[in-house]
């Protein structure tokens, strides 16, 4: 999940920023700048600098502006996410159930701190406050695959259905 620079100073392909743009031309009159910001992860995966500061620009905006509303929502990434994104509760009920110990064995297995990303592009971590499982504590995701009741010692299996 590699990205380079374009031309435009712009993080992806030249052919990504050109969508951007259109994208953006096309849904400026309804001023969402949540549409625009879902339009832009959706291109390039997360929302980069970058992209923030061409939104901002393009819409007539300050690009504090812009944070404010995709800091806002918890949908809006600001870090690549790998082909398989983990995600662990840490959680009040997922806590004191152990969620911190697996946080930690996932960490020092993948090599990451929280919202990083493996060099390969494979996986990326977070942390997150609930997954609204709690009857299943402690609980993580593997993209949209759900993993309740989950002990250390299932960290290195879980992993291996996706390397």
Same mark, same amino acid.
């Given at each position: 999940? @590699? ?5 435009? *100073?712009? #993080? *992806? ?12 031309? @096309? ?15 959706? +291109? ?10 061409? +939104?901002? @620009? ?24 790998? %082909? ?11 806590? #004191?159930?152990? @969620? ?5 064995? +996932?960490?020092?297995?993948? %090599?990451?701190?929280?919202? *990083?990303?493996?060099?390969? *592009? ?26 309740? %009741? ?7 299996? +879980? ?5």
């Amino acid at each position: 999940m @590699s990205c380079k620079t374009c031309t435009a *100073g712009i #993080v *992806g392909t030249p052919e990504q920023d050109k969508k951007l743009r259109e994208s953006i031309a @096309s849904l400026h009159g309804d001023h969402s700048l949540v549409q625009v910001l879902q339009v832009a992860q959706e +291109i390039y995966g997360y929302l980069p600098e970058e992209v923030i500061d061409v +939104i901002a @620009s393009e819409l007539g905006i300050s690009t504090e502006s812009v944070y404010s509303v995709a800091t806002f929502y918890s949908q809006f990434n600001f870090s690549p996410k790998g %082909k398989y994104a983990v995600s662990v509760c840490l959680g009040t009920a997922c806590y #004191v159930k152990g @969620s911190g110990e697996i946080y930690q064995k +996932i960490k020092d297995k993948l %090599k990451v701190e929280d919202g *990083g990303c493996t060099p390969d *592009g494979k996986f990326s971590l977070d942390a997150c406050r609930c997954l609204g499982a709690c009857g299943l504590a402690p609980v993580l995701t593997v993209n949209d695959e759900v993993y309740g %009741k989950v002990t250390p010692d299932q960290i290195n299996g +879980i992993l291996a259905k996706y390397e």
